[in-house]
């Protein structure tokens, strides 16, 4: 049938038509379908969070950093294993992996969703700990290290909510997401950041900085004019390539716009590899007492944050749906 319908479009064009017209028009029609059918296909599997009356819902189907397709985390159906001595255990059939400095219990899931606590001085470092003070409470995913090559395509999105009695850092800086591909002494490859005030950057305190730092020349720093406030709750989708200043690519969104998009390099000149993404709170000033003293002077004597359910696609070149808009599968 549809050979039937294009040798009659081609009997309508008068004789001087270019044939490559022709040809133009079925390859456009051919790339529309495809489109039409993917915008379907997202549309269908977004239904799936949701049951017959409307109310969320979510299964967790996760995997490791390197298996390919569309991962999920819910929470609710997710234990961490309780733990005592060290800074880090693997939960979710080793998928997953917590990265706490210095109190094993700044990782825990209430409700739902992962809950990030960090007191600098309550409780006491451990003795295990090669930090005097709280100051990181992250999970990430596993295997470590990852290494994926260059080319991997990888979409993630997550809800991630301020405590009610949340107060932006004048002095201190802290980061809640990062990809690192673990070369010692380096910064993530890319971040997100609440900004101290006269940072680089805007230097406005607390608003969110994308920051890239894959490249030889320092912290690439940009503001995306968001400041959270206490108790809000930010709907963030990243999408990244890994790979050079050719073909890699960073876009973010926060709550549906984007803030951030760029082709940039993603990944390092000495290790050309995408690496393991890790949330939660990492903040990194209270390393010291001169860190946690400017911000206790401010009423800052805690840091808690929220973590929705978590979705991640890996995709390599190779794979069909490599570089289409996946958007709507991982939106909160």
């Given amino acids: 049938m549809k ?4 040798l009659l479009i081609i009997g309508t064009l008068s004789i001087s038509s270019d044939i490559s017209s022709v040809v133009c028009w079925f390859q456009d029609s051919i790339e529309l379908s495809k489109q039409a059918f993917l915008q379907e296909k997202s549309y269908n599997m977004n239904l799936d969070r949701y049951n017959s009356k409307g109310d969320s819902i979510c299964k967790t189907k996760g995997g490791e950093a390197h298996d390919t397709g569309l991962k999920v985390w819910c929470w609710g159906d997710v234990n961490i294993p309780s733990y005592k001595g060290e800074k880090s255990v693997s939960f979710s059939d080793n998928q997953l992996k917590v990265d706490s400095e210095c109190s094993e219990q700044q990782v825990t899931i209430e409700k739902g969703k992962i809950k990030f606590t960090i007191n600098p001085v309550v409780p006491p470092s451990g003795d295990w700990c090669d930090n005097e003070f709280n100051m ?4 990430s995913t596993s295997p470590w290290l990852v290494n994926h090559p260059k080319g991997t395509e990888e979409w993630f999105g997550w809800s991630y909510t301020l405590s009610d009695d949340y107060i932006i850092d004048e002095d201190n800086p802290w980061l809640f997401f990062q990809v690192h591909e673990g070369t010692r002494g380096k910064t993530p490859l890319i971040a997100l950041w609440f900004m101290n005030k006269g940072g680089q950057g805007s230097g ?3 608003e969110i900085h994308v920051v890239n730092s894959s490249s030889n020349y320092g912290n690439h720093f940009y503001p995306s004019k968001i400041i959270p406030k206490a108790g809000q709750t930010l709907n963030i989708v990243v999408h990244v390539v890994w790979g050079d200043a050719y073909n890699g690519l960073l876009q973010v969104w926060i709550d549906g716009e984007i803030v951030h998009d760029r082709q940039a390099r993603t990944i390092r000149f000495s290790n050309p590899v995408g690496g393991n993404a890790k949330w939660g709170i990492y903040k990194w000033p209270w ?9 206790q002077k401010q009423g800052i004597t805690d840091l808690q944050t929220f973590m929705g359910p978590l979705r991640i696609i890996t995709r390599k070149p190779e794979d069909k749906d490599y570089l289409n808009n996946s958007y709507m599968l991982v939106s909160p």
């Fill in 3 to 6: 050979l039937i319908t294009i």
């Fill in 136 to 139: 990181r409470a992250e999970i």
């Fill in 204 to 206: 406005n305190a607390g």
């Fill in 287 to 295: 390393r010291s007492i001169e860190g946690v003293t400017k911000s």
